[in-house]
């Protein structure tokens, strides 16, 4: 097999997934809990059917949270599941939307494990797994897995270094910090296209160059336009043409002109707000949005205000 390149526009990259977030201009996706219930623990049973309405709808990706270990003092357990058992069953249930993780804690997992799950979601999708990876935000998960925190940022890079050497190379000879290969043994399956492109989230303890330089893509946090324009500008110097993704936490009001409010990452607002605060992301150079759709009223129908955002919001992008 061919050393992978990594690729440095949407044109070098193959995978469906990405060339389905990033083949045009712009594109919006979801991620889970596709829920508005109070507290960490969502109503887990209904999360696959939602999936499915939310590809009919026309969101062009769904976002997997990896959250190994319940924290309170977070008081979020993500989508409660395990990324890759759930990620394969979405996958069963869908047809051509982008399955992307924001974001696998690539220090408290080992690569070989990781190369193996992510290929093999990648396989059984048809090529439609984008891999956000992150270096970890709740201390108290590093210890529960024997790894030190002030290492973690090394521990990050030489995870993605073996991970590209897994899925790219037949037989590697490989020495880092989670094991040795002498040569012996292989990595199967592989990718779809031969790699994965790896979307760095935050700074993961790295540089911006690094991130750069190594990334097929920056995920980041919810900014305000003019902030994301200088930021997105800050990137491209960097990167190139690699795609820069930002998070946006939406609750969406009943009513179309109600005034957005801050709320953690993003705005309780009417669809009016978010119509233009999602166009002024776009023009700022963000490649793609990825969407943690809300309701402000507890008795509404989750598919009711996912119906609001894709047709107020989505259609008239």
Known sequence: MAEYTEPGSVEDCANAGYRRMFGDDFSVGLFFPITTAEGPFIPIDEQVDLAEFA???GFEALWFRDVPLFWPNFDDA???????VFLSQVAARTDEVALAT???ILPV???VHVAKAAASVDRLSDGRLVLGVASGDRPPEFPAFGVDEDETGELFREHVRVLRRLWSESYPEIESPFGDLDGSLDLVPKPTTGTLPLLVTGHARQSPEWIGEH??????????PADVAAQVAD???LAGEKPYTQVLHAAVDSDPTADPVRIHQGF???TDFFREHVRELRDAGVDHVMVNVRKTDPDRDVREVLAQFADEV????
């Open 102 to 104: 924001g974001s696998i």
């Open 78 to 84: 993500g989508q409660v599941y395990d990324p890759w």
């Open 55 to 57: 590809e009919d709808l």
């Open 235 to 237: 990137w491209r110097e």
């Open 314 to 317: 989505l259609d008239e992008l």
């Open 268 to 270: 309780a607002a009417g």
């Open 109 to 111: 997992r080992h690569p």
């Open 215 to 224: 990334g097929d893509g920056w995920v980041y946090y919810q900014r305000d």
